[in-house]
């Protein structure tokens, strides 16, 4: 401000180039105080700016996040051009204003302003539903921007936020241009939203284009083999992975992949070497190792985690209680329930109460069990009751049993509803990885290029069975599983087939790793220990509610799921 001070004492007065680099110095000092007074400046002495120094001042005030301020001057304007408008959008969209942004966005049509690549990708920022984004698609094709690489790949990421997967894979392959952050958009967008199968595609697709992968690729990817439980895909990621010098993030995705794909060896090797840990790192751990049979261990690193000064959060404890409740350590599950929201600051949500009464089941406290349901805060749902239930299969108390079934009954009436209206639910379906390849068995579905062979061999493995006394199990009570035992076969349910399939083409000795996107029904978990005690192999079932680890003819879930 001397500097203007002294100019004009000499008759020499600033223009509308000096005083935009002076307001550009004071946003990149933050120095609002003095923006301020060039802002005064500029409008003393009868001084008219330009439109693009009105437009830096509007700038100026949304860094400072003083969108009121940045307004007042907008509405003043005699003149708007494209980066007026622009410049608000973004401020709208940025400020989670997203209705206001796109009201702009038809006034500046109203106004006869075109909108630019600019002004779009500020615009999908503000998107607030489906229908508008479709509508905001439409302007952009009009206006003849839809092969903009940055509008475009804005679009991809609408799209795949608003879970209109098939529509951001349309807008990509109609790309003529991509760069590495596009394709991280579209990798990314299939591996949040639980298709791993078509993020491994993209990503072998972008490799052919000759693209490197970069840290955040490899996050996508290993989230990708993650969801589909491929450990051999992940190792091979892995090797990727060994190329940077990695951060935080990645080295959690990889800590995750091996936890949920079965393999706590390379889980403990990779938290062993992981210099940097965060609360993310401690709760994958503690998880991982609880859902696959280790609890105590679990408990163990949860005491380091402590120790290291690290806050547990919601899923920290809920681990914790998981790998209490597997453990059957029922007062020190109790403790760390009772003190979660005192000593931690946590407030205990369903999945607690569940990891609860799953504990004090599993013990045989059947009504202390009722009375915790009774008293909880969120409203128990058909997982609960199930939870329950279960425990009274264990421990046949029928009376108690007829009460949570028709509790589990009245919980699950959104499931009947939605079945009222026609929502399909999608078939049993598991996964194997072999020899670098994924083979998916779907119930009713015998395209598989073995099927024949695969269901000669089931045969085989059952008969052999029912020599040492294997008998269907067709009345499980608890499982469920969308009907899938009700209207098949028993003998040729998913993960049936998978485990034949794996026995067929894995060498001998390898472990056979199978996910299964239903729950595993009782005689399927019966047909698996039982088999893999007769082959002596060791078979790994993920399901979404459980880990099951067969070996020797016992599970690690210990027959309560």
């Known amino acids: 401000m001397k500097a203007l001070t002294f100019m004009q004492s000499h008759n020499i007065w600033a223009d509308s180039v000096t005083y935009s680099e002076l307001l550009k110095c004071c946003i990149s000092r933050g120095a609002l105080r003095e923006a301020k007074l060039v802002h005064k400046h500029i409008f003393s002495n009868g001084y008219h700016p330009k439109t693009f120094l009105i437009n830096t001042l509007i700038s100026m005030y949304v860094k400072f996040s003083l969108l009121d ?13 494209v980066v007026s408008w622009t410049t608000m959008i973004a401020a709208f969209a940025n400020a989670g204003l997203g209705y206001e942004g796109l009201r702009f966005l038809v006034l500046m049509g109203r106004d006869g302003v075109r909108p630019n690549m600019f002004t779009y990708s500020s615009v999908l920022r503000a998107c607030s539903g489906l229908e508008s984004l479709k509508q905001i698609h439409c302007g952009i094709v009009k206006d003849g921007l839809d092969s903009d690489v940055f509008v475009r790949s804005a679009l991809v990421d609408n799209y795949a936020k608003w879970g209109e997967l098939g529509n951001a894979l349309v807008v990509f392959n109609e790309m003529e241009t991509r760069d590495l952050i596009v394709w991280n958009s579209v990798i990314g967008a299939f591996a949040q939203n639980s298709d791993g199968d078509e993020a491994l595609n993209l990503f072998k697709r972008m490799k052919r284009c000759g693209f490197m992968a970069d840290q955040a690729t490899l996050t996508s990817v290993l989230r990708a083999c993650t969801a589909m439980a491929l450990l051999e895909l992940g190792r091979q990621v892995h090797v990727h992975v060994l190329k940077y010098n990695r951060d935080l993030i990645l080295s959690n995705a990889l800590l995750d992949m091996y936890c949920k794909c079965g393999s706590m060896e390379d889980a403990r090797f990779e938290f062993s070497r992981m210099v940097e840990k965060d609360v993310i790192s401690w709760s994958t751990m503690i998880i991982g190792l609880a859902q696959n049979g280790f609890s105590h261990e679990a408990l163990e690193i949860f005491q380091v985690m402590k120790s290291s000064g690290t806050k547990p959060n919601y899923i920290t404890v809920l681990g914790v209680l ?29 999945e607690h109460y569940g990891c609860m009464v799953d504990l004090l089941g599993r013990a045989g406290k ?17 997982v609960t009751w199930r939870t329950l239930l279960g425990a009274c299969r264990i421990h046949r108390n029928m009376d108690l049993a007829a009460y949570a079934a028709k509790k589990w009954e009245d919980a699950a009436q959104v499931r009947k509803a939605m079945k009222g209206n026609n929502v ?12 670098k390849q994924i083979h998916a068995f779907i119930l009713r579905d015998n395209s598989h ?26 009345n499980f009570v608890l499982q469920d599983v969308e009907g899938e035992q009700l209207e098949d076969p028993l003998l040729y349910h998913s993960e049936k087939l998978a485990i034949v399939y794996g026995l067929m083409s894995l060498t001998k000795g390898k472990t056979i790793r199978i996910r299964k996107n239903l729950r595993i029904c009782g005689d399927c978990h019966l047909f698996a220990k039982l088999l893999a005690q007769m082959e002596n192999r060791n078979i790994v079932i993920r399901d979404p509610i459980r880990y099951h680890h067969f070996q020797g003819g016992v599970c690690s879930c210990g027959d309560y799921w």
Request: hydrophobic letters at 35%; charged letters at 30%; one cysteine or more.
């Open 424 to 435: 399909r639910k999608e078939p049993g379906c598991s996964w194997i990885e072999v020899n």
């Open 366 to 382: 059947l009504d202390e069990a009722v009375e915790l349901i009774h008293n909880m805060e969120p409203e128990p749902d058909a």
């Open 322 to 350: 998981f790998a209490c409740s597997h453990a059957g350590l029922v007062d020190k599950g109790r403790s760390y329930f009772e003190s979660m929201e005192k000593v931690f600051g946590i407030k205990p949500g369903r």
């Open 449 to 474: 290029p073995q099927i024949d062979e695969i269901i000669r061999q089931l045969n085989h493995y059952v008969q052999r069975l029912k020599g040492v006394g294997y008998v269907p199990d067709t």
């Open 69 to 81: 301020d940045a307004r007042k001057l907008f509405d003043q304007m005699p003149e708007r051009n």
